[in-house]
């Protein structure tokens, strides 16, 4: 190809598509095309957004997809290689800008997904260790007030349904013994620091 042994500067867009096209000499004519566009494809991904790492790598994807498409004659000429070049850097571009866009969509889902779940877990582990304290408060509390205050908080029984489910003769004996029982687990709660904020916890994470 007499085209393609012209000096780099003298080639035509008909000759460098026609040296590509053939495969003759491809290299002299892709070292044509970076000398002559590089710079201003650079230009383009380093004002919207992109590093001059970015810029390689793009412009890299752009002389093997321009390549291609014209041996495959995709491309043959209908517009300047110059226009063609910037067009397809700008397409490539926006569609990688798009992606990066998505992934870290994903990425922040992802992390505010991790962050709810490991809070939680967080709060579900204090409120179990705060429900243990509270256990073992009942338990010092006795058979009977344990039975009253666990029928009525931890399975929400109504004081109709503890009677049923109870020996107390009536409802106003149920609310008078738990009335008592609380009296003699605030005391204790109290009289602990720990058990106190402990019981806080479990109630502010109680579900």
Same mark, same amino acid.
């Given at each position: ?10 080639? !035509?867009?008909?000759?460098?598509? @026609?040296? =590509? ?7 002299? @004519? ?23 790492? +970015? @810029?390689?790598?793009? =412009?890299? *994807? $752009?002389?093997? !997809? ?6 495959? *004659?995709? %491309?043959?000429? *209908?517009?300047? $290689?110059?226009? %063609?070049?910037?067009?397809? #850097?700008?397409?490539?571009? &926006? ?14 889902? %992802?992390? =505010?997904?991790? +962050?709810?779940?490991?809070? +939680? &877990? ?7 260790? @705060?429900?243990? $304290? ?8 006795? !058979? ?10 931890? *399975? ?5 349904? =503890? ?22 687990? #605030? +005391? ?20």
């Amino acid at each position: 190809m007499s085209g393609i042994k012209r000096a780099l500067n003298s080639l !035509t867009d008909t000759d460098l598509l @026609a040296g =590509i096209k053939s495969g003759d000499d491809i290299e002299r @004519a892709m070292r044509f095309v970076y000398q002559s566009y590089y710079r201003m494809l650079e230009n383009y991904v380093l004002t919207n957004t992109g590093s001059q790492d +970015d @810029a390689a790598d793009l =412009i890299q *994807e $752009v002389m093997v !997809t321009f390549i291609e498409m014209v041996q495959k *004659e995709r %491309f043959r000429g *209908e517009s300047s $290689v110059k226009s %063609f070049l910037y067009t397809l #850097t700008k397409n490539l571009w &926006i569609s990688e800008l798009r992606k990066r866009e998505n992934e870290m969509k994903r990425n922040e889902e %992802f992390e =505010i997904g991790r +962050d709810t779940l490991e809070e +939680d &877990i967080s709060q579900f582990m204090t409120y179990k260790e @705060a429900q243990k $304290v509270i256990m073992d408060l009942f338990e010092s509390l006795g !058979t009977g007030c344990k039975q009253v205050l666990t029928l009525f908080y931890y *399975e929400n029984l109504s004081v109709k349904e =503890i009677v049923e489910r109870t020996g107390y003769e009536n409802e106003q004996n149920v609310r008078n013994r738990k009335y008592k029982c609380l009296k003699e687990l #605030t +005391d204790l709660v109290k009289s602990s620091p720990t058990a106190f904020n402990n019981v806080k916890a479990a109630l502010r994470h109680a579900k």
